[in-house]
């Protein structure tokens, strides 16, 4: 079996994508960003570039969790590695009652098993219904019916997953893409040989 087919990216070319992308997720009226470290963070600030808080007209905030599915870390085995989804970094319970009641948006790269993406919504929610419990049983279900995930991703790999997100969950996606190894421009240690490379090789549009 052959090295799988590289496809440099820009960051041209992932931020007219990001640009793109926010006028559909504009419906949705996120309050809130969750990047999903490390390849959500560069699409979740400049997703704030193009959507504001609508009606403060401010930047909305983001926030960030860890998650590792294909790293080694320490503490991991090799049966873990592509396997399970590792959590590396966590909201704290201050942020985790900040989500009562508004619109997150979960931001990341890339989709690929889909394991990740199902994780961070399924355990967020967790720490949403543990939030709810606390509170009496009017403001619980005013505040439950308010609380709201989508999921965003600047590329979907069109294969098959092997998870599924909620049915709920309102799911973006920049432009789907083959089975491909996607190479981001934040990986690179060498930025003018990656864009040597993007413009070489095959672009994704």
């Not at 969750?34 to 963070?41: E, L, N, S, T, Y």
């Amino acid at each position: 079996m052959g090295e799988p087919e590289h496809i440099a990216m820009t960051y041209n070319d992932i931020h007219k994508l990001i640009k793109a992308s926010a006028e559909k997720i504009a419906e949705f009226k996120p309050d809130l960003f969750i990047a999903i470290g490390g390849g959500g963070f560069f699409p979740a600030r400049v997703l704030r570039t193009f959507l504001k808080d609508p009606s403060t007209k401010r930047n909305i905030p983001i926030y960030a969790i860890g998650l590792s599915l294909y790293e080694s870390l320490p503490g991991t085995t090799a049966e873990q590695i592509g396997a399970e989804v590792v959590r590396t970094q966590w909201l704290g319970p201050e942020t985790q009652r900040i989500l009562l009641g508004r619109r997150a948006l979960i931001v990341d790269e890339v989709d690929d098993s889909r394991k990740t993406l199902r994780y961070a919504v399924s355990e967020l929610q967790k720490d949403v219904e543990r939030e709810l419990q606390g509170l009496p049983q009017s403001e619980r279900e005013a505040l439950a019916a308010k609380t709201e995930f989508a999921v965003f991703v600047v590329h979907n790999k069109l294969k098959p997953k092997l998870a599924a997100l909620p049915p709920n969950v309102q799911y973006f996606v920049g432009t789907n893409v083959e089975d491909v190894w996607l190479d981001y421009p934040w990986e690179a240690v060498d930025i003018d040989e990656h864009d040597r490379q993007a413009k070489a090789g095959k672009k994704i549009t």
